[in-house]
Nanobody, 127 residues
Framework: VQLQAFGGGLVQPGGSLRLSCTASGLTSGRYTIGWYRQAPGKMREDVSFISSYDGTTWSSDSVKGRFTISRDSAKNTVYLQMNSLKPEDTAVYYC?????????????????????WGQGTQVTVSS
């Protein structure tokens, strides 16, 4: 299984970016996939997650209302649309998948439960 994340970059405060994560080799029809982020000197933080099964989503309070996670099942791709970006959103964003979740999305999912991780993509919000 490989997760490939794309879409990071430099954006001004208030701007938008869209991250994408393509999962190849993930044959389970029911899994959870989403995004964590980690800023320099800070703990890894959960961001947004979606069920491959029914599209249920969960997002952290820090991004709710600004970030939207969605999926294209035909392309095995998950997207994170990030709007109204703030400097505190600056971090490396990691795509991760939990193959054993049966498609359930839990609040504040534990990264220990995620089996597969992408390479990370840098998002920098700065003027």
């Amino acid at each position: 299984v490989q997760l490939q994340a794309f879409g990071g970059g430099l954006v001004q405060p208030g701007g938008s970016l869209r991250l994408s994560c393509t999962a190849s080799g993930l044959t389970s029809g029911r899994y959870t996939i989403g995004w964590y982020r980690q800023a320099p000197g800070k703990m890894r933080e959960d961001v947004s997650f979606i069920s491959s099964y029914d599209g249920t989503t969960w997002s952290s309070d820090s991004v709710k209302g600004r970030f939207t996670i969605s999926r294209d099942s035909a392309k095995n791709t998950v997207y994170l649309q990030m709007n109204s970006l703030k400097p505190e959103d600056t971090a490396v964003y990691y795509c991760a998948a939990d193959r054993d979740s049966m498609g359930r999305v839990k609040p504040t999912p534990d990264p220990i439960e995620f089996d597969y991780w992408g390479q990370g993509t840098q998002v920098t919000v700065s003027s």
